[in-house]
């Protein structure tokens, strides 16, 4: 399930909500991180995936990564999967979206609640963010995969096991990893 589909009827406050989150968690979360805790075998490590067979998740992620000028931060690797794998935009909303989708696929960690609380400021969303927990309540729980044990592994079967809405979705891989791009 894609917020592309809502984005069209955007309010002008949820709007402003939405790129004062964004800069909020570039500049406070994920800048911070990547200059405290970017390490050598990180870089190495993207440097591996950029090299891997093009449509394998080690590829893919890096392409993602890659794209939006990130790197690849200890700890945060199960995230930047995650949104891969479900095919969520790096955007508020469907961060926002695949936080609920990840809670009701069973992640009960302290960061998912936090982040969905954030949800207070969109009424609005409330609707889709219930949807996208039932999807993630009905879908194959993801806890048990691995960054390194799927990297050679294709995208897009990960995605028909773990994210099968994307199945009966007429998004394309390539039109998923262009919401990432652009």
Known sequence: MSTRQMNRDVSPLRAFLGTVTKY?????????????????????????????????????????LD?????????????D???LILGYGMNPEDELCMQAYLIGNGRRQFQCFLFLSSAV???GLWGTLWAHYN???QSEPLSSLKLDDCLHQRTDQLRQKYAPSLRN????MNEAITAFVG
């Open 24 to 64: 909020i968690k570039i500049c406070c979360v994920i800048k911070p991180l990547q200059l405290l805790v970017a390490r050598k075998s990180c870089r190495q490590k993207m440097d591996r995936m950029r090299t891997l067979p093009t449509h394998t998740v080690g590829h893919d992620l890096a392409r993602m």
């Open 67 to 79: 794209s939006k000028g990130l790197k690849l931060i200890p700890g945060f690797a199960k995230h």
């Open 81 to 83: 999967l995650d949104h």
């Open 121 to 123: 400021l969109l009424p």
């Open 135 to 137: 999807s993630g309540k």
């Open 169 to 172: 979705s007429s998004v394309t």
